[in-house]
């Protein structure tokens, strides 16, 4: 399968714990993204990264959060001290810089207890 | 700042019906408008994307077309099937500069084709 990649699917934790997510996108896709899905609602733009700079951040990504992409492959996703307003469905896209059509990945499901 | 509303917020049909839902964008300066569906739990399926210079796009049952000047998108789905059954998402992607990235998403209307 040459589809975007996410782990893990699940991740249950404890209020306070950190959690690392992985995102691995679209071989040759240079554009990844990742974005915040609650329920019931359409999902929010976290951040995006060129190759491996990350040229934009939401007001939405607090300081708990920090994503990285070294050698502009696959993406991390770092919540430190989880809340349980972090319990959401985190989504990754990548795109290729010509077409600008975003492709998803399955998404990692959040829960903090 | 862009803001997507999606019409209706469910919508529940007889098998073989044809559809329509609607989308409104506030700002109409959008490089595309991609629609998705989104099963129970999982990610995005990319159904159609329409640029900004484009009206419309179809593949197989779905037709969806584009009025910037207005701000509205609509999917048409025609003979409907109960495999049809998902949320479906659309969003705009922001004209901004050569930086073209931030998708900003409706709510999603959740449709139900009944057997």
């Known amino acids: 399968d040459t589809g975007v990649s996410q782990d893990p699917r699940h991740k249950i934790t404890k209020r306070g714990q950190n959690v690392t997510f992985r995102c691995d996108p679209i071989s040759e896709h240079n554009r990844l993204y990742w974005y915040r899905q609650t329920l019931g609602q359409g999902p929010e733009f976290l951040t995006y990264?060129?190759?491996?700079?990350?040229?934009?951040k939401s007001r939405l990504l607090s300081d708990r959060f920090s994503a990285e992409r070294p050698k502009g492959s696959f993406s991390t996703l770092e919540i430190q001290r989880t809340e349980q307003g972090d319990s959401a469905m985190y989504l990754c896209?990548?795109?290729?810089?010509?077409?600008?059509?975003?492709?998803f990945g399955p998404g990692t499901r959040l829960t903090v207890l | 700042k862009q803001e997507v509303t999606q019409i209706p917020a469910a919508l529940s049909v007889p098998e073989g019906e044809n559809l329509v839902l609607n989308c409104s964008f506030t700002d109409s300066a959008i490089y595309n408008l991609q629609w998705f569906r989104q099963d129970p739990g999982k990610g995005l399926t990319s159904l159609l994307l329409i640029q900004s210079s484009q009206r419309e796009q179809t593949s197989g049952r779905l037709n969806a077309s584009l009025d910037k000047s207005s701000g509205r998108s609509t999917l048409y789905i025609a003979a409907s099937q109960p495999g049809d059954s998902a949320t479906y998402l659309c969003a705009a992607l922001e004209a901004s500069g050569g930086s073209n990235y931030k998708l900003t998403f409706g709510k999603g209307t959740l449709l139900t084709v009944n057997p």
């Open positions: 896209a990548s795109s290729f810089r010509g077409t600008s059509e975003q492709f």
């Open positions: 990264f060129q190759n491996e700079a990350q040229l934009e």
